[in-house]
């Protein structure tokens, strides 16, 4: 679980600082504003929960990778107006509301490679020896 927590650090202070940067890119198509950049920012905090989710075979490293990365971008949001990272504008909800969204979904996901772990454990356990030998 200490390796987890280990990834899940420095992966959501990369996460948080990206999708900061990214959340403001948007695209004029006949006359309205698409926030891509929030959307992409979301796109990139899901595939590395995903990612720490199948590689630790837990739910704690994506719980902690965007819980950290909620915290950091709802600081930055917070911070006084001539410092502020994230404007509370539809780009800047976007983003640090979809955070929250986005990691229940992949702890939702992320459940399927726990179980399917477990799975395997018990499965291996429960098969006998070929060789007839106690394991």
Same mark, same amino acid.
């Given at each position: 679980?200490?390796?987890?927590?280990?990834?899940?650090?420095?992966? *959501?202070?990369?996460?948080?600082?990206?999708?900061?940067?990214?959340?403001?890119?948007?695209?004029?198509?006949?006359?309205?504003?698409?926030?891509?950049?929030?959307?992409?920012?979301?796109?990139?905090?899901?595939?590395?929960?995903?990612?720490?989710?199948?590689?630790? /075979?837990?739910?704690?490293?994506? *719980?902690?990778?965007?819980?950290?990365?909620?915290?950091?971008?709802?600081?930055?949001?917070?911070?006084?107006?001539?410092?502020?990272?994230?404007?509370?504008?539809?780009?800047?909800?976007?983003?640090?509301?979809?955070?929250?969204?986005?990691?229940?979904?992949?702890?939702?996901?992320? /459940?399927?490679? /726990?179980?399917?772990?477990?799975?395997?454990?018990?499965?291996?356990?429960?098969?006998?020896?070929?060789?007839?030998? *106690?394991?």
């Amino acid at each position: 679980m200490a390796g987890g927590i280990a990834a899940a650090v420095p992966a *959501a202070l990369f996460v948080a600082t990206a999708g900061t940067a990214l959340h403001r890119q948007q695209w004029m198509l006949s006359g309205a504003m698409l926030p891509w950049g929030a959307v992409a920012a979301l796109v990139l905090l899901g595939s590395v929960q995903l990612l720490l989710g199948a590689a630790f /075979r837990s739910l704690i490293p994506t *719980a902690a990778c965007g819980v950290l990365c909620y915290v950091l971008a709802g600081w930055w949001s917070a911070m006084a107006p001539g410092k502020r990272l994230i404007a509370g504008d539809v780009a800047g909800n976007v983003w640090v509301y979809g955070i929250a969204g986005v990691t229940v979904l992949m702890l939702v996901w992320a /459940r399927r490679y /726990r179980r399917r772990a477990r799975g395997r454990t018990a499965t291996a356990e429960s098969v006998p020896d070929p060789a007839g030998g *106690a394991s």
